[in-house]
């Protein structure tokens, strides 16, 4: 709800700027910096579900959120990929690639394996945020 209304008021800025400066080239860059921050934080919220769920040993939870986050990071993958940074589609594809394999292991009950690739996803998470690739 906060992002919700965040990505309002920014929307309503930009607008506004338009309007000001009919000529200008309002830059996409700030509403997709807001998109790219609310999949984040989704992903944080799914990332506490599998957590739950592998408590839990649910595997159809583990398998749902693990296939958002995998959604997510497809997001994330194609927003870098437009912005050419190479080394961080990377990343984001070897996220999805781990979001897969915690879904799938876990939907089989295999919740060790499927525990080992949340870590090896998380690790990935991490990985590209010391990157800081938002500050290129
Ligand atoms: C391919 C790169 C990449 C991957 C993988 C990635 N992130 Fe991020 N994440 C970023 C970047 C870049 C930022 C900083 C965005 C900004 O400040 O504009 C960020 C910021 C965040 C934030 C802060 C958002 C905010 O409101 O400022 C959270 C929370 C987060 N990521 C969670 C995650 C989780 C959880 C995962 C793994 C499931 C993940 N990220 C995977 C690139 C990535």
């Not at 309007?19 to 989704?42: C, E, F, G, I, Y």
């Amino acid at each position: 709800m906060k992002f919700a209304v965040a990505v309002l008021a920014c929307s309503m800025t930009l607008t506004a700027a338009a309007r000001l400066k009919p000529d200008a080239t309002v830059s996409a860059q700030a509403p997709d910096a807001d998109a790219h921050k609310a999949w984040m934080n989704d992903a944080t919220d799914l990332q506490e579900d599998i957590r739950d769920a592998m408590r839990a040993q649910d595997g159809a939870k583990i398998a749902d959120a693990a296939t958002k986050i995998e959604a997510l990071m497809a997001k994330t993958e194609a927003y870098w990929s437009a912005k050419k940074a190479a080394d961080v589609v990377t990343l984001a594809q070897t996220a999805r690639s781990h979001a897969k394999d915690v879904a799938t292991l876990g939907k089989a009950g295999k919740f060790d394996q499927s525990n080992e690739a949340f870590g090896k996803l998380n690790t990935t998470c991490n990985t590209c945020h010391d990157l800081h690739p938002e500050k290129r």
